[in-house]
């Protein structure tokens, strides 16, 4: 099947990789310097689930490429609406666009694009960052869970789990894919903006008992919201949660944090934004969340933008 990458990170180049390693054929969209390196570069992943993939077939614009099956939307959250509309073009009539983000309003977003059984979402699992331009180190799972809340998932979301399968990723379609994400929200919101305001590292904030309060705090802040939303939560939940956040790399840190410490755009609407947002419609208080919001939107943009008294 044909498939393009939309967004050639560390996430698009993971996921289509192991789409291109169980013999898809897959066309990575990408611009500018980033395009002229993955044309003249081998590709390799890292960690688990090695691979390397002496060549690429790179695009610069969906109009350059023959129409897809499926478009794989690999992008930070502010950018899944213009860059799913972007990509468009590219997809075969019927074709369905996948998008893996670790959000609770993708689907929601995406249904004013296209109709709703040519969509499939689902969260990110591998932890996993560039360690040269065009080398991904993943320090996660090899895993890939996608549904649709609504329907069924179309055939060509079927054939890229089955694609991904091949290439030995623990992939599956979920029968509930919202609490998949919300499953997967509550940790990433609470290491989101925790990482973001502490400055500390996985093996000092999720083990100091001082710290972990406030761990906590943001844990069943998130749930409280996800109740009110309508999800079930696993009775145990909030403690399963801490053992596993407990479990990271010591020098581990959010991905957010990472955009904190290079100066990039923060996922801050989409991740604290986002439980305040939905906390505010239900009643819910979200305190922590409010404070993490508040002193983290002067970064939001990208570098922070001092002004001197007149």
């Known amino acids: 099947m044909r498939i393009a990458v939309m967004g050639a990170g560390a996430i698009g180049l993971l996921y289509g990789g192991w789409l291109q390693q169980a013999g898809a054929d897959v066309t990575f969209l990408a611009r500018g310097k980033r395009l002229a390196l993955l044309r003249n570069s081998a590709i390799t992943a890292e960690g688990q689930l ?104 179309s055939p060509a979301a079927q054939a890229v789990v089955d694609t991904w399968q091949r290439a030995g990723v623990d992939a599956s379609i979920s029968d509930d894919i919202a609490t998949t994400l919300w499953m997967k929200f509550v940790g990433v919101a609470t290491g989101s903006a925790l990482h973001c305001l502490t400055r500390l590292p996985a093996g000092i904030l999720y083990h100091d008992e001082t710290l972990k309060t406030y761990v906590r705090q943001s844990i069943d802040e998130v749930m409280a919201v996800g109740r009110a939303v309508g999800v079930t939560f696993p009775d145990n939940m909030a403690d399963s949660l801490l053992a596993y956040l407990a479990s990271f790399p010591p020098d581990g840190v959010a991905s957010m944090r990472l955009d904190l410490d290079a100066g ?47």
């Open 50 to 153: 090695p691979f390397t993939l002496d060549r690429a077939q790179v695009a610069a614009a969906p109009n350059d490429i023959a129409p897809v099956d499926a478009i794989l939307l690999c992008v930070k959250l502010y950018d899944v609406r213009s860059a799913a509309t972007l990509a468009l073009p590219a997809l075969k009539p019927g074709g369905t666009l996948i998008a893996i983000q670790n959000g609770v309003n993708v689907y929601d977003t995406l249904k004013s694009l296209l109709p709703s059984e040519r969509i499939a979402v689902g969260p990110v699992y591998s932890v996993a960052k560039l360690t040269h331009p065009t080398t991904v180190f993943n320090g996660g799972l090899a895993r890939v869970v996608i549904g649709n809340p609504e329907c069924d998932v």
């Open 264 to 310: 990039s755009k923060l996922e801050l609407d989409a991740l604290s934004g986002e439980v305040i947002r939905l906390g505010r419609h239900h009643g819910v208080p979200t305190p922590l969340h409010d404070m993490a919001f508040a002193m983290l939107t002067p970064f939001r943009d990208g570098p922070l933008k001092l002004t001197r008294p007149a």
